[in-house]
């Protein structure tokens, strides 16, 4: 069973950094593509950013680029978000997940794609 485990998430000031970590426990990290989704109050749940099975690719939702950076280390089974020039309305829970069934020739989008996730972590930047 694939576990998805989320930390670093915290109250940060406008403009301020955080790095959200994503553990994985259980199955085959490196055979998965990874995502960081988030969810504000009232708000559907949205792509943030994604990385494929070797790192080639990297994709990232326009409101957050040039701010933040997906990456992971395959031989730690970790997934790392580094979150700088954040904003108000970056606050949200933010959840990893893992897309199974992914290629390594590219990252998908959609929430539905992603079949396992995390428990979410808070992140709260404060104006």
């Known amino acids: 069973q694939v576990r998805l485990v989320e930390s670093g998430g915290g109250l940060v000031q406008t403009g301020g950094s955080l790095r959200l970590s994503c553990a994985a426990s259980?199955?085959?990290?490196?055979?998965?593509?990874m995502g960081w989704f988030r969810q504000a109050p009232g708000k559907e749940r949205e792509f943030v950013a994604g990385v494929s099975m070797s790192s080639i690719f990297r994709r990232y939702a326009d409101s957050v680029k040039g701010r933040f950076t997906i990456s992971r280390d395959n031989a730690k089974n970790t997934v790392y978000l580094q979150m700088n020039s954040l904003k108000p309305e970056d606050t949200a829970v933010y959840y990893c997940?893992?897309?199974?069934?992914?290629?390594?020739?590219?990252?998908?989008?959609?929430?539905?794609?992603?079949?396992?996730w995390g428990q979410g972590t808070q992140v709260t930047v404060s104006s």
């Open positions: 997940a893992a897309d199974r069934r992914a290629l390594d020739s590219g990252i998908r989008t959609r929430k539905e794609e992603y079949d396992i």
């Open positions: 259980g199955g085959s990290f490196s055979a998965y593509s």
